[in-house]
Nanobody
Framework: QVQLVESGGGLVQAGGSLRLSCAAS????????MGWFRQAPGKEREFVAV????????YVVNSVKGRFTISRDAAKNTVYLEMNSLKPEDTAVYYC????????????WGQGTQVTVSS
């Protein structure tokens, strides 16, 4: 079994910063990559960032490039999303996810953490 637990969400003013954490437990040796998604009220869940589990390569979507950074600590089985220069449109529930291969679908999901950015 795999468990992903997010933390670090909260309320922040526009221009502020937050760091989200996702602690993984269980069969993490099977991981191929981990990523972050977000879902704003009334909108579909959208992909934000991904990191490979072993090689360290990363990617973030254009809408957050230059503001968000994804990183991982393999020793702690934890992935982070550093979010700077936050905007009200970044308000969403942020979810951590993990996949066991390079297929499109993600295999495991966390419960989500709320990020609210006030103007």
């Amino acid at each position: 079994q795999v468990q992903l637990v997010e933390s670090g969400g909260g309320l922040v003013q526009a221009g502020g910063s937050l760091r989200l954490s996702c602690a993984a437990s269980g069969r993490t040796f099977s991981f191929y990559g981990m990523g972050w998604f977000r879902q704003a009220p009334g909108k579909e869940r959208e992909f934000v960032a991904v990191t490979s589990w072993r090689g360290g390569s990363t990617y973030v979507v254009n809408s957050v490039k230059g503001r968000f950074t994804i990183s991982r600590d393999a020793a702690k089985n934890t992935v982070y999303l550093e979010m700077n220069s936050l905007k009200p449109e970044d308000t969403a529930v942020y979810y951590c996810a993990a996949k066991t291969s390079d297929k499109v679908a993600w295999d495991y999901w966390g419960q989500g953490t709320q990020v609210t950015v006030s103007s």
